[in-house]
Each structure stands twice: as C-alpha cells, then as structure tokens.
C-alpha cells in the first residue's frame, strides 16, 4: 500500500507561483514513476506533469510546457511541481499520483495510487 499527502495548494493571483509537495510513503516498488494530474469544475482529469523512476526524464502537458517544472527528491521520498506564471486556467484540484512502472505516462489507468489532492485557485 502506497501513501501518497500533497500539500501546498492555495490561492495566488494571476503570474504568480506555487509549489506543490507529494510525500510518498509505504510499500513503493524499487524503480516507480510519479505524475500530477488536475481537475478543474466540471472537467475531467488530466494530466500536468510526470516523471520518470530515476528523475533523468520528464513529460509535460502542452498547456503547462515551459510554466511547471516536476522533480523529486529521492532522500525525502517527496515530489514537487513548481508552477510559475500561473493562470486563472490552471485552477483546479490537483492531485499526486504513483506508478508501480519505470517510465511516466500521460495516462491515468497506468498509475496505482492516489492522493486526496489540493486545491489550486488563480485568480484573474
């Protein structure tokens, strides 16, 4: 069982920036991958964010390409998503997820554990 607590979601204006932290705890494979996905009111989830078990390799959604950076820090068993130049688009509830498989995807069906999430708001 994997364990996964985000925290640092919060309100900013329009430009402004935001870190997000997912802490990973329990059972983990040796070798897994991490994502972020979103959901926005009335939307379906997507994905942000990935990266892969080694954290050489990283794979962005076009509408956050160039704004998020996702990283982790292997000591802390953390994953962070920075998001800078937010916009009122991005709000959303955001959620960490794992994946018991090396390599990131963009798809939901391939990660096996999920956070309660956080929510994000940009105001204009």
């Known amino acids: 069982q994997v364990q996964l607590v985000e925290s640092g979601g919060g309100l900013v204006q329009a430009g402004g920036s935001l870190r997000l932290s997912c802490a990973v705890s329990g059972r983990t494979f040796s070798s897994f991958s991490m994502g972020w996905f979103r959901q926005a009111p009335g939307k379906e989830r997507e994905f942000a964010a990935g990266?892969?078990?080694?954290?050489?390799?990283?794979y962005y959604a076009d509408s956050v390409k160039g704004r998020f950076t996702i990283s982790r820090d292997f000591a802390k068993n953390t994953v962070y998503l920075q998001m800078n130049t937010l916009k009122p688009e991005d709000t959303a509830v955001y959620y960490c997820?794992?994946?018991?498989?090396?390599?990131?995807?963009?798809?939901?069906?391939?990660?096996?554990?999920w956070g309660q999430g956080t929510q994000v708001t940009v105001s204009s």
């Open positions: 990266i892969n078990w080694s954290g050489d390799a990283t």
């Open positions: 997820a794992y994946s018991g498989y090396s390599s990131v995807s963009a798809y939901s069906n391939q990660y096996h554990s």
